[in-house]
């Protein structure tokens, strides 16, 4: 019997699984490998924050208009979708990147260092892609030119998903991926699965990371509003501290995680990231504000950590002669690999990436939005390399020093490119 050629596999929908990456993907990638890295700085030089990623969206839309992709705007505020058309009909995959910088004043010296700087929640700040946003945009604008030139090899449609807000958009302001869902972004034509990737300045650059199922925590936002009552701050009896109150519920909250949770079950974290309170040295005032975040990867345990912080704040406050209120807002669910597609596709992995440089690990504390798309349509979401090889110990995400290897970003190219590809004819 002769031997079937793989163009006679692919013609009857036979799925097989090619042990190499795609050689004209691979040309096609590394053909762009320099202007992914300047679309990088270029957005790096010019961060925005969340719904409000104008300049971002612009530059987005003009590179997939030129390259004859279907292209959508405003979405959910200044998002922007691309859809690809392949030359034979099928499924339909998406990819995403998220496009927002933090309030950050970066510490880098790199000649395309952002000195970009705005007012956020009424203080002064510097405007930085401290997170790796600028790396995803870039790398999906790279992947979505590599598809343009093959669109022969794509059995279905590509959707392009360019996300606005991932790190939460302003009080009082809807955003993000919930927004998107909201708005069809899954629909039109209909998503079958969706991919997203995190570029990661702990993950040696060439390496690729993975975990099915819950890979990310669940996440919620908290305010606590304490009152008490303004006095002298050479009389305290006189009145009541709400700063020390804060402190004995921020006390409080600690001991929710060392003896209410269940840690065998997984991890779960509570911070306060900000505390307002006063005016001056030598006065008492009247209140504080403490604004936090919850991290959970159990939805059980999720649930008793919130009833204990609803019922713990305002006991505190009354123990201490004060008042306090509590809001909780959720921001992302639990980052879910669906245990099926992470399978199907982890030999796409190891062969772009190689095997011995894919790896699985455990799951983080972190939380993403893309969680929301997983709600939705089955999703798997993974981690790039971008520590420099040589280097001991990295700035983490979210800091001033935060450093990308931009030597990293090429794989993700590959990587997504030859997802969608593969996702599409198996």
Same mark, same amino acid.
């Given at each position: 019997?002769?031997?079937?050629?793989?163009?006679?596999?692919?013609?009857?929908?036979?799925?097989?699984?090619?042990?190499?990456?795609?050689?004209?993907?691979?040309?096609?990638?590394?053909?762009?490998?320099?202007?992914?890295?300047?679309?990088?700085?270029?957005?790096?030089?010019?961060?925005?924050?969340?719904?409000?990623?104008?300049?971002?969206?612009?530059?987005?839309?003009?590179?997939?208009?030129?390259?004859?992709?279907?292209?959508?705007?405003?979405?959910?505020?200044?998002?922007?979708?691309?859809?690809?058309?392949?030359?034979?009909?099928?499924?339909? %995959?998406?990819?995403?990147?998220?496009?927002?910088?933090?309030? %950050?004043?970066?510490?880098?010296?790199?000649?395309?260092?952002?000195?970009?700087?705005?007012?956020?929640?009424?203080?002064?700040?510097?405007?930085?892609?401290?997170?790796?946003?600028?790396?995803?945009?870039?790398?999906?604008?790279?992947?979505?030119?590599?598809?343009?030139?093959?669109?022969?090899?794509?059995?279905?449609?590509?959707?392009?998903?360019?996300?606005?807000?991932?790190?939460?958009?302003?009080?009082?302001?809807?955003?993000?991926?919930?927004?998107?869902?909201?708005?069809?972004?899954?629909?039109?034509?209909?998503?079958?699965?969706?991919?997203?990737?995190?570029?990661?300045?702990?993950?040696?650059?060439?390496?690729?990371?993975?975990?099915?199922?819950?890979?990310?925590?669940?996440?919620?936002?908290?305010?606590?509003?304490?009152?008490?009552?303004?006095?002298?701050?050479?009389?305290?009896?006189?009145?009541?501290?709400?700063?020390?109150?804060?402190?004995?519920?921020?006390?409080?909250?600690?001991?929710?995680?060392?003896?209410?949770?269940?840690?065998?079950?997984?991890?779960? %974290?509570?911070?306060?990231?900000?505390?307002?309170?006063?005016?001056?040295?030598?006065?008492?005032?009247?209140?504080?504000?403490?604004?936090?975040?919850?991290?959970?990867?159990?939805?059980?345990?999720?649930?008793?950590?919130?009833?204990?912080?609803?019922?713990? %704040?305002?006991?505190?406050?009354?123990?201490?002669?004060?008042?306090?209120?509590?809001?909780?807002?959720?921001?992302?669910?639990?980052?879910?690999?669906?245990?099926?597609?992470?399978?199907?596709?982890?030999?796409?992995?190891?062969?772009?990436?190689?095997?011995?440089?894919?790896?699985?690990?455990?799951?983080?504390?972190?939380?993403?939005?893309?969680?929301?798309?997983?709600?939705?349509?089955?999703?798997?979401?993974?981690?790039?390399?971008?520590?420099?090889?040589?280097?001991?110990?990295?700035?983490?995400?979210?800091?001033?020093?935060?450093?990308i290897d931009e030597s990293g970003m090429l794989l993700g190219v590959k990587t997504m490119s030859q997802i969608a590809i593969d996702y599409l004819n198996q």
């Amino acid at each position: 019997m002769k031997k079937l050629s793989l163009a006679f596999f692919a013609l009857f929908g036979i799925g097989i699984t090619a042990q190499e990456i795609d050689p004209e993907i691979k040309i096609a990638s590394e053909n762009l490998e320099e202007q992914v890295i300047s679309w990088r700085r270029d957005f790096h030089q010019n961060p925005e924050l969340s719904n409000r990623e104008f300049k971002t969206a612009e530059k987005i839309a003009a590179h997939l208009e030129k390259l004859g992709i279907e292209t959508q705007t405003g979405i959910a505020k200044t998002g922007v979708v691309g859809i690809l058309k392949g030359d034979n009909t099928g499924k339909t %995959v998406a990819l995403r990147a998220d496009m927002d910088a933090l309030p %950050v004043t970066e510490r880098n010296d790199l000649p395309f260092k952002s000195e970009v700087t705005t007012e956020f929640l009424g203080s002064q700040t510097g405007v930085m892609h401290a997170c790796g946003h600028d790396t995803h945009v870039a790398i999906l604008m790279g992947v979505a030119e590599v598809l343009s030139q093959n669109k022969n090899k794509i059995n279905g449609t590509v959707k392009f998903i360019f996300q606005p807000a991932e790190e939460g958009p302003p009080p009082g302001e809807e955003g993000g991926a919930g927004l998107m869902i909201k708005e069809g972004v899954l629909k039109d034509p209909d998503v079958d699965a969706i991919f997203g990737l995190h570029i990661n300045s702990a993950t040696p650059v060439g390496t690729i990371r993975y975990k099915p199922e819950g890979t990310m925590a669940a996440v919620e936002r908290f305010v606590i509003n304490v009152k008490g009552k303004q006095t002298h701050g050479s009389a305290p009896w006189s009145g009541t501290d709400p700063i020390l109150i804060s402190a004995k519920i921020i006390d409080g909250l600690q001991t929710i995680i060392s003896r209410d949770a269940k840690l065998v079950d997984g991890a779960a %974290v509570i911070t306060v990231g900000k505390i307002t309170s006063g005016v001056r040295f030598n006065i008492i005032p009247e209140s504080a504000e403490m604004i936090g975040t919850v991290r959970t990867l159990d939805p059980d345990m999720k649930e008793i950590i919130l009833k204990r912080m609803r019922e713990m %704040v305002p006991a505190i406050a009354k123990a201490y002669g004060g008042e306090a209120t509590i809001e909780i807002q959720n921001n992302t669910a639990i980052t879910y690999n669906d245990p099926e597609l992470t399978s199907q596709m982890l030999p796409t992995l190891e062969k772009v990436a190689g095997k011995d440089h894919v790896e699985l690990v455990k799951a983080t504390t972190g939380g993403e939005d893309f969680s929301y798309f997983q709600e939705e349509v089955p999703g798997f979401y993974f981690f790039l390399g971008g520590k420099p090889l040589d280097a001991t110990e990295p700035a983490p995400h979210h800091t001033p020093d935060f450093f990308i290897d931009e030597s990293g970003m090429l794989l993700g190219v590959k990587t997504m490119s030859q997802i969608a590809i593969d996702y599409l004819n198996q």
